[in-house]
């Protein structure tokens, strides 16, 4: 293990959080102090090698301010969140543990949620999970035993008040930043803000989005969030990710469920020679705008098996600016 | 019936009025299920109420029902099972992402609920997960059952302390125990002034 992966070290053990924050997170601290926040997510391997999953990290540990672990994205087999958290963390890494609905039931979940937490995970992101439809075995029962509102206000529940949702008592509540996802950019749009108005009230704390590429959208969204002032309420943080090519995004609209992109972006990749630049350009573009949204606190860069590429996106927009970068040689 | 089901949404105010009143009747007859025994009168009702559930709404007797709280569009009818809201994966046009030619239940629920007196507030309620042991039994019965103790309660708390010290004689001889707070009528309306 080289000393790049030990940049960000977490406390593993049990050391009361600081007033006025929830966990150790990392994410929590540059949310809350008011920076632009910067999260990337780890595609994880289909191997039992930590060094996959070390190789992947590296380039988004260098920009990101948490990884995020997904859990069987697209109801594809992958080695598991929990796995991918426990080696970061060793590592000195900040992961974002994915919580999905659709694999595991209320026992299991809420086990696994004490284990990452006494592993050092201080995030979680709660997810309802694509339909096993979707995925490599369709075959699959689908378990759906919670819903990602549910699922978050069950682990608040744990937190603050020690007690698993039977009402047995934890001896030592799990220290989490409770994050939930958000998709402004598909039906029912009207809705949309209520629908995170009841994460919020269920217990959301950091809102990842789904990838956004239609930015007109995205701020109708972000208006009426802010009209019902949830963005002081809750940290938002939108989704981008760049795009491989013209037929990969069509791919992506018609095979990935909740995927929106417009045809213009799409019209714009075919016209030009590389697209996997232009992809990364159109990326840089969209972080940039989203920037100057207000009331969005942070960008979260999905790159589908192209993690070598966010950090040259992230700095390149200049989503860190104002942050002191020293690069001793 | 899934057109059933849609008109069901659409006429969602009409049937949360239906609701109330049939509510309202079955918290009446609570004294006569008590006699009867709440558990010899289950069967017979959960039967009524999953043929006509079933035909309106294409209920799933999941045995906790929550239609008034999610636009008179069944939850149990998502392919996830979702009890607070859509998935992040409806297709354009707001069909199901599981099963494409099948309505989002829950783009639907938002429509019902917008159309309903109190159902625009009560869907932004969270709602805890689905308890797998009450499948099969009958919600009315329960909500109506548990309308009906907390009344009973309320009214037992408004009571004088001698009311709550003769409780049995209450039960025996209601008029001749002067143990309620007697609702207003001319005699004390004259005493109060
Ligand atoms: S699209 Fe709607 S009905 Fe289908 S699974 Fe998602 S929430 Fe349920």
């Not at chain 2, 069967?43 to 929550?66: N, S, W, Y």
Request: glycine share 8%; charged share 25%; proline share 7%.
């Amino acid at each position: 293990m080289s000393d790049a992966h030990r940049s960000e070290v977490e406390p593993i053990g049990y050391v009361p959080v600081p007033e006025g924050y929830v966990s150790h997170s990392r994410l929590e601290r540059v949310l809350r102090s008011g920076r632009f926040a910067v999260t990337a997510e780890l595609n994880p391997p289909d191997s039992a090698d930590p060094e996959d999953v070390f190789q992947a990290a590296q380039p988004l540990g260098e920009v990101a301010d948490a990884i995020n672990a997904t859990d069987a994205s697209g109801a594809n087999c992958h080695m598991s969140s929990i796995g991918i958290c426990a080696l970061l963390t060793r590592a000195g890494y900040s992961p974002v543990y994915q919580i999905s609905c659709r694999d595991r039931n209320r026992i299991a979940i809420q086990g696994d949620v004490l284990g990452a937490a006494a592993l050092g995970v201080s995030n979680v992101l709660c997810l309802t999970g694509d339909g096993v439809g979707v995925g490599d075995q369709p075959g699959a029962k689908p378990v759906f035993d919670f819903d990602s509102l549910t699922l978050l206000r069950t682990i608040r529940t744990m937190r603050d008040q020690g007690k698993f949702l039977s009402g047995r008592k934890i001896t030592r509540p799990p220290q989490l930043f409770l994050g939930a996802a958000e998709n402004p950019c598909i039906p029912p749009y009207d809705w949309r803000p209520d629908r995170l108005a009841k994460k919020v009230e269920a217990g959301a704390e950091y809102i990842q989005t789904n990838y956004i590429y239609d930015i007109p959208l995205f701020e109708k969204f972000m208006a009426r969030v802010r009209d019902a002032g949830l963005d002081k309420k809750v940290f938002i943080i939108a989704g981008v990710g760049p795009i491989a090519s013209a037929r990969a995004a069509r791919w992506m609209r018609s095979n990935v469920p909740g995927i929106h992109i417009p045809d213009p972006v799409i019209e714009r990749m075919e016209k030009v020679e590389k697209p996997a630049e232009e992809g990364k350009k159109i990326c840089i573009e969209l972080i940039q705008q989203i920037r100057d949204i207000a009331g969005v606190s942070g960008v979260h860069v999905m790159a589908y098996r192209r993690e070598h590429v966010v950090s040259d996106i992230i700095l390149e927009s200049g989503a860190l600016k104002g942050r002191k970068r020293a690069r001793p040689s | 019936m899934y057109r059933l089901r849609l008109f069901a949404i659409r006429h969602a105010r009409t049937f949360e009025w239906i609701y109330k009143y049939v509510e309202r009747g079955m918290v009446a007859m609570d004294p006569l299920f008590a006699k009867i025994g709440y558990n010899r009168v289950e069967r017979p009702i959960a039967l009524v109420e999953k043929g006509v559930k079933t035909l309106l709404f294409d209920c799933k007797m999941c045995g906790q029902c929550v239609l008034s709280s999610t636009g008179m569009s069944c939850p149990m009818n998502c392919p996830k099972q979702l009890r607070n809201g859509p998935c992040g994966g409806v297709r354009p046009g707001e069909f199901c992402e599981v099963k494409p030619d099948m309505k989002c239940v829950w783009a639907l629920a938002w429509d019902g609920a917008s159309r309903m007196r109190h159902g625009g507030d009560k869907i932004k309620e969270v709602l805890p997960p689905v308890e797998h042991t009450l499948k099969g039994s009958s919600s009315w019965l329960r909500v109506s059952r548990e309308i009906a103790a907390q009344e009973r309660d309320a009214m037992d708390a408004a009571r004088e302390t001698l009311a709550q010290a003769f409780p049995e004689a209450r039960e025996n001889e209601p008029s001749a125990a002067p143990l309620a707070a007697e609702p207003p009528n001319a005699v004390n309306q004259e005493l109060k002034k």
